[in-house]
């Protein structure tokens, strides 16, 4: 089996240091609700962890909750609410969602707040080293104590330190210093130190953990390309100086982001699809062969359009999967094992889901083939159900949400009301009736080119569970799951 190596730059071979192998995955940050972007990186170190099982390996997984930062200190400031509140919120939203979309549980799931004296341990133990100082009750890491300092993201010191300055109210040595402790500010959360009141910085959490739950030297560290610099670059830096061990990752593995258009899908930039909006309007499976589809290093670029074409595939396994087994048995056999060795092939060459999943459809056609000449294709369904439950795949039917038929017909009342117009004589209680006259209506409203109009009649469809996606072919509906 080869990986990526992020720090290397190439394949490896891929050697764990016992037949445990630890993994440790940047977790979320609970201040919104999780988009595709996360599902992304969760889906695909999901199916790592799968993988190795199915190899053989144990494997030992932990992933963070970081409750406490910035972000969630600003968003809590803002609606008025504490900031344990607002994490509390979103990580329950965020388990979720993980639920949803068929994400195993990690083997550890520690949250950062519950860490503060393994941090304070690891700061006062850079500074007993020489690695870090106090300033003014922050605490900062000296970036040029460390020589290799940017091995992971490939820069150099120079070319990190362009256009860098040191902010008002920062007593650092050099700008290149990372805090590792933040002085207690008003409306903030604060804890007890050495150095007074205050909280961790970002990068010391998730070594604090990683060392914590996995020891000096893992096996895999995860996470999004966004995290090289400054996050993991950081963590190297500060977890190979308090320990004096290296490596402190022997394999970093990095999966590339999800695009709107050109840009990064982000919280940030306000271009996301949330996770419960996704699982809103496609299957998990179809939104994990959407993220499978394409290697995990590679951007993934978001469109309606690639995505109903995920859920047709998505489709056509589950048929294939779930037929009953019929047609005459006989010594003429699919050939799974080439399936299989395909399948193996394609995942020990740096995960690629993309070619695990084209095997995937392959046998399935070959299923379909073969049961259309009347043949008996048992041992084959067995396998297809057995390689894509690697990749996470369920194979099952989602139940569609009750349709609410008097909530609809109070909407299309409050339709036709607000335009002006004579109600249809629809019968009330014919709910796919009373769905398609608002669909035409809203196609007659577009092609006026009368756009609010037109998505007051969606956003209503919407208010009573039904989702509209434009096609090349036209509309299509279906309810919300």
């Not at 993991?232 to 004096?244: K, L, M, R, V, Y």
Request: charged share 30%.
């Amino acid at each position: 089996m080869k990986v990526f190596n992020t720090l290397s730059g190439k394949k490896e071979e891929f050697k764990p240091q016992s037949d445990e192998v630890k993994m440790y995955v940047c977790g979320v940050t609970p201040y919104d609700d999780a988009h595709l972007g996360h599902a992304m990186s969760y889906i695909i170190f999901d199916v790592i962890r799968r993988y190795l099982r199915y190899r053989g390996y144990r494997v030992k997984y932990v992933q963070n909750v970081t409750d406490i930062d910035d972000k969630i200190i600003d968003r809590a400031n803002k609606l008025g609410i504490p900031p344990r509140e607002l994490a509390e919120k979103f990580t329950h939203r965020y388990f979720e969602d993980m639920q949803a979309l068929g994400i195993a549980e990690p083997d550890v799931t520690p949250y950062a707040t519950d860490e503060i004296p393994k941090i304070i341990e690891i700061v006062q133990g850079l500074i007993d080293r020489g690695f870090a100082y106090e300033a003014q009750g922050s605490v900062y890491f000296r970036v040029r104590n460390v020589p290799d300092y940017g091995k992971l993201s490939h820069r150099s010191l120079n070319s990190m330190k362009a256009g860098m300055r040191i902010e008002a109210g920062e007593e650092k040595e050099d700008p290149m210093d990372f805090v590792l402790w933040k002085a207690s500010k008003p409306r903030e959360p604060a804890w007890g130190s050495p150095w007074g009141k205050g909280r961790p910085g970002w990068h010391i959490e998730c070594s604090a953990m990683s060392l914590k739950y996995l020891g000096n030297t893992l096996d895999i560290h995860g996470g999004g390309q966004d995290l090289i610099f400054p996050h993991h670059e950081n963590e190297i830096a500060q977890s190979e100086s308090f320990t004096g061990i290296k490596p402190f990752v022997h394999y970093w593995l990095h999966n590339g982001m999800v695009q709107m258009g050109e840009e990064k899908m982000s919280k940030s930039l306000g271009n996301l699809i949330t996770i419960k909006e996704a699982v809103d309007k496609y299957s998990p499976d179809a939104i994990r062969i959407f993220v499978l589809s394409s290697h995990y290093r590679s951007p993934l670029t978001y469109s309606e359009e690639i995505l109903e074409a995920a859920e047709r595939g998505a489709g056509r396994l589950r048929q294939t999967a779930n037929n009953p087994a019929v047609g005459e048995k006989t010594d003429k056999k699919i050939d799974t094992e080439q399936y299989r060795k395909r399948f193996i092939r394609a995942m020990d060459d740096d995960f690629n889901t993309a070619q695990a999943v084209a095997a995937l459809f392959d046998l399935a056609r070959d299923i379909n083939r073969f049961e259309s000449e009347g043949l008996e294709a048992g041992e084959a369904r067995e396998a297809l159900v057995e390689l894509g439950g690697v990749l996470g795949l369920t194979f099952k039917e989602r139940e569609e949400a009750p349709l609410d038929i008097e909530a609809l017909a109070q909407n299309s009342a409050i339709v036709y009301q607000t335009l002006g117009l004579p109600m249809p004589a629809v019968a009330t209680d014919a709910g796919d009736d009373i769905i398609k006259d608002l669909i035409n209506l809203r196609e007659k409203k577009r092609k006026e080119k009368k756009w609010a109009e037109a998505d007051m009649v969606r956003d209503k469809l919407a208010d009573s569970g039904i989702i509209v996606t434009d096609t090349s072919a036209g509309p299509r509906w279906k309810r919300k799951r």
